[in-house]
């Protein structure tokens, strides 16, 4: 199985940002599209954005022209930078990989608190 570890999270005020990063073991970054989830308490969970292998990018309505998803699959790592948080944001994040056969692979999470 494909390891994925976030880190990054934490609290920050609105308007604020936050860069998070997600590290692979085991199969290169490259082999598959990887992207962002994230959960709120009591709530679905929501598609934040996916980097496909090509480069090219989707997000979610709700934080597209806000957050940014970046990978070097030299390194193995996908970061999601995210910029003027509103506490809407509030939320753990998963990083994941969906490999061609569209079978994924989920980080742990990692929980963002936006105040005010």
């Known amino acids: 199985q494909v390891q994925l570890v976030e880190s990054g999270g934490g609290l920050v005020q609105a308007g604020g940002s936050l860069r998070l990063s997600c590290a692979a073991s085991g199969r290169t970054f490259g082999s598959y599209a990887m992207g962002w989830y994230r959960q709120a308490p009591g709530k679905q969970r929501e598609l934040v954005g996916i980097?496909?292998?090509?480069?090219?990018?989707n997000y979610a309505d709700s934080v597209k022209g806000r957050f940014t998803i970046s990978r070097d699959n030299a390194k193995n790592t996908v970061t999601l930078q995210m910029n003027s948080l509103k506490p809407e944001d509030t939320a753990v994040y998963y990083c994941?990989?969906?490999?061609?056969?569209?079978?994924?692979?989920w980080g742990t999470g990692t929980q963002v608190t936006v105040s005010s």
């Open positions: 980097s496909f292998k090509s480069g090219g990018t």
């Open positions: 994941y990989g969906r490999a061609d056969t569209y079978v994924y692979f």
